[in-house]
């Protein structure tokens, strides 16, 4: 701990932390808990089933029926667990069934514990709505022999009569189910989720004792805090127009302190021309970072969709883009080694696979050992897309994610790598799926791994700015609150610097709706500045996010002034700090 001393008393500070005890709607709480591994056994159904009936099957297959022209049976595992088994299907639906009555507004999470009995495939939960519609809820890639979790859900618009199924391409594939569930939430029951979580992972509860050097209590001392800076990374995106426009300047300092360069850092801007290497307008961006005490992603090493390479970089043999993409590796990481916080080396890798493709399917375990080996003190990210966005996407889901950043961090010399998981969040879709987005989240914050969103922007077909800002306060919220999110970055701006999607100020740089959604919730996630009186035991209490603060007290009797730095972090709950000063 810091302090700067004026005065001629002693401050003892008794520091304690509580997590805050706030007011909130009575609901289930939620269950965060998720896994990308395949158990042996099934664990538990969450919230104890919910609204299915008989959801561990332990009463045989009462309450469920046969959907389309397969069969059902029991299956008994060695251990003695029961479950139901879907066999002799002809068609992807071809599974079990249990209807259920959804109400209209309410988020229903869902999840189901799914194995096939022959190779590896994906398996969808689908809910078939009374009018005909199937809305698919979520999916995984299930295995032989061991059991994964299906965990998404669906909001429904209406209310409706649904049968719950299960689907599976492989139609000579038997689906096995356990332990399924399905818990109805109110929307203002899944915000108060949000701000339970907000509670707990993001602040806690501090109480200050002020004492004189005899012990005795210095009542009605006053206390100034502030807040200086933030644990959590909340900030946005930014482009080579910010060199010129003191405007843009203006905007964007007071408000972030992390950013990632749109395209300046990539390969197809520094190199546009093979062998001339160019890192003019990149370094000015760092500089002005630097300057303005702004982290930087660094974003990208490589990019693994063909159709952003460089022409040169396409017409190279084999042997030539292996040369080149060692010297590309080299150049930009050596270059920002220590100047960046994170490196997104292969970006969209779950999609695309430009460079396993012509050197090999090791290519990109091989350029995160080296990034590791030039920069070994960053974060190295996967950067993808759909993952959280779109539930319809299979190749981004998050057992697929997980396969992949498996791989790459099994490589001979990854093992030591400091990896990060990285969403990118383009909700371009309409109403965001918050079901999708958590449990996804939760799946993927089960390894313990960090996850950023890394570029996030909401789109909305009409542009109508009141509904897109109101989408994008869902989004960032529900990124914010859930516990395994590390840090959010959007990829949006102001018009004058072309940002087109998610506009956060217009040509005056006055805030459009989105934009006062974003200063909202910076002020809202920040400490405001508060003067407090301590009472009579010299001693207050008060909840502060997580960060840095300058806490200064004023001694009532003399009215000499004690200045201290402080930090909050959720590792310090039960710390007591005294800071003694003599006289």
Not at 75 to 101: F, M, T
Not at 268 to 288: H, L
Not at 426 to 441: I, Y
Not at 556 to 574: H, I, N, Q, R
Request: proline letters at 3%.
């Amino acid at each position: 701990m810091m302090k700067m001393i004026a005065g001629g008393w002693l401050l003892v500070l008794h520091i304690s932390i509580f997590l805050p005890s706030v007011c909130r709607i009575h609901a289930v709480s939620y269950d965060y808990s998720a896994t990308t591994e395949c158990l042996i056994e099934p664990q538990r159904a969450q919230y104890g089933g919910g609204i299915i009936t008989n959801p561990d099957f332990t009463h045989g297959i009462q309450g469920w029926t046969v959907f389309g022209q397969g069969a059902v049976k029991e299956g008994i595992s060695n251990s003695g667990n029961r479950y139901i088994v879907a066999h002799g299907r002809s068609h992807p639906l071809d599974s079990i069934s249990q209807q259920v009555q959804l109400e209209k507004g309410k988020l229903y999470s869902f999840s189901a514990w799914v194995q096939i009995n022959g190779g590896r495939g994906n398996v969808a939960a689908v809910f078939k709505m009374s009018h005909g519609e199937l809305v698919r809820g979520g999916h995984v890639t299930a295995r032989n022999g061991c059991w994964s979790l299906l965990k998404g859900g669906v909001y429904a618009n209406i209310s409706s009569r649904a049968e719950i199924l299960f689907e599976s391409k492989n139609t000579e594939a038997e689906i096995w189910v356990d332990n399924v569930s399905l818990q109805p939430f109110t929307m203002e029951q899944w915000r108060s989720h949000q701000d339970e979580s907000i509670d707990k992972e993001r602040l806690g509860k501090v109480r200050f004792e002020a004492r004189y050097a005899n012990g005795t209590a210095i009542e009605g001392a006053g206390f100034s805090i502030k807040q200086t800076k933030s644990d959590f990374p909340f900030g946005c995106s930014m482009n080579y127009h910010i060199l010129s426009s003191t405007d843009y300047q203006n905007w964007f300092v007071p408000r972030f302190r992390y950013t990632t360069f749109t395209n300046e850092m990539k390969w197809s801007s520094t190199e546009k021309i093979q062998g001339q290497e160019n890192y003019t307008v990149a370094d000015a961006m760092v500089s002005f970072a630097q300057q303005n005490s702004i982290s930087i992603r660094g974003h990208n090493i490589f990019w693994a969709n063909e159709n952003f390479q460089s022409e040169w970089v396409k017409n190279l043999t084999p042997d030539e883009l292996r040369k080149a993409a060692e010297q590309r590796i080299e150049s930009v990481v050596s270059k920002y080694k220590g100047k960046v916080i994170a490196w997104d080396v292969m970006n969209e890798n779950l999609h695309y696979h430009f460079f396993e493709d012509k050197l090999g399917e090791n290519a990109s375990a091989e350029y995160y050992a080296r990034a590791y080996q030039l920069d070994p003190s960053t974060t190295m990210f996967m950067n993808e897309y759909n993952t959280i966005e779109d539930s319809r996407d299979e190749k981004a889901n998050p057992l697929n994610y997980m396969t992949k950043l498996d791989e790459i961090l099994s490589y001979p010399g990854n093992q030591g790598i400091s990896a990060g998981i990285g969403l990118q969040g383009h909700f371009n879709s309409g109403q965001p799926d918050l079901l999708h987005m958590r449990t996804a989240l939760d799946s993927l914050g089960s390894t313990g791994l960090p996850i950023w969103l890394t570029e996030v922007n909401v789109v909305v077909d009409d542009k109508n700015q009141t509904v897109q800002a109101e989408y994008l306060e869902q989004v960032l919220r529900e990124g914010y609150s859930h516990p395994a999110v590390k840090g959010i970055i959007m990829f949006a701006g102001p018009a004058n610097a072309e940002f087109d999607k998610t506009v956060l100020a217009d040509k005056d740089f006055k805030n459009t709706p989105a934009g006062d959604v974003v200063d909202k919730l910076i002020d809202e996630w920040k400490f405001q500045t508060k003067e407090i009186k301590a009472d009579g035991k010299g001693s207050i209490e008060i909840p502060l996010f997580h960060g840095d603060y300058n806490i200064t007290v004023k001694d009532p009797v003399s009215s000499s002034l004690t200045a201290f730095s402080y930090k909050m972090t959720k590792e310090v709950t039960g710390d007591t700090v005294h800071l003694r000063i003599n006289a």
